[in-house]
């Protein structure tokens, strides 16, 4: 078993921190953004500089999953005063809206290039069991629902064929003029995780929201992976 979900366990939680969920995903072969805990401004300053500007600082805390509305993330950082600034701003915002939470500190991340922002998740159906969906990002699957859905273990067809079935599909071609996805990329994530979920049963839901699509790949840019009761 992986060492993250065995050192959650001993913790007696079940939420993975977006650290240790992009841990995982590394584990399992899936790109992420650089990610490292700052427990302090300064630490928070000293790991900007050694990653490079611009960066992104977002609330690192076992409660709270939802980061934006706890005004938990800051992005576009570019100099050790805006960092400064967007870390006492975080914590001001924080424990205003989530009195009562355990906090770390924040998390350091290298800011991503903007891409077709995609979703992959994975829930657990009672008499399927886990289950994959992919969709893409946003107003996509908050107002129009367009995401697909496939049982695990899935093969290279299935892949495929969930990709193109979403009305979105077109934006990832390509469509006037944006960059389009590497599909061929998408398809091998969705493969990854089916190959892990079937032989990680700890696992009960995972949310890879948002997944950056680039040309040449695509990075895990927020990740949030919850286990079983009784892992
Ligand atoms: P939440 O917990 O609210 O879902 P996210 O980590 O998804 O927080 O961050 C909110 C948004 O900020 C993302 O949807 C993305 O657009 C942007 N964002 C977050 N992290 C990065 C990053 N490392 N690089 C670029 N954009 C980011
Ligand atoms: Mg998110």
């Given amino acids: 078993m992986s060492r993250i979900i065995e050192e959650t366990k001993k913790s007696k939680r079940t939420v993975l ?22 427990a302090s401004e300064n630490e928070a300053i000293t790991i900007s500089q050694k990653m490079g500007f611009p ?56 800011m991503a290039k903007p891409g077709t922002e995609v979703i992959i998740g994975m829930t657990k159906d009672p008499q399927f069991g886990p289950v994959l969906m992919f969709g893409l990002g946003g107003v996509w699957v908050e107002v129009l629902k367009d995401v697909s859905f496939r049982i695990v273990p ?50 009960k839901e995972m949310d890879i929201n948002p997944i950056f699509a680039y040309k040449d790949g695509a990075v895990a840019v927020d990740a949030r992976v919850v286990l079983e009761n009784d892992a």
């Fill in 154 to 203: 899935l093969t290279r067809r299935d892949a495929q064929e969930m990709i193109k079935e979403i009305k979105g599909y077109k934006l990832l071609e390509g469509f006037r003029g944006s960059e389009p996805a590497n599909i061929g990329m998408l398809e091998e994530m969705l493969l990854k995780i089916s190959d892990y979920m079937e032989k990680t049963p700890e696992i």
């Fill in 17 to 38: 921190t977006e650290i240790e969920s992009k841990q995982l995903l590394k584990e399992i072969g899936i790109k992420t953004t650089e990610i490292e805990l700052a």
């Fill in 55 to 110: 960066v992104v600082l977002k609330i690192a805390s076992p409660d709270i999953s939802h980061k934006s509305d706890a005004g938990g993330v800051k992005v576009g950082l570019k100099t050790k005063e805006d960092v400064s600034k967007a870390y006492k701003d975080i914590m001001t915002s924080v424990k205003q809206k989530c009195p009562g939470a355990k906090i770390e500190g924040v998390s350091v991340q290298n």
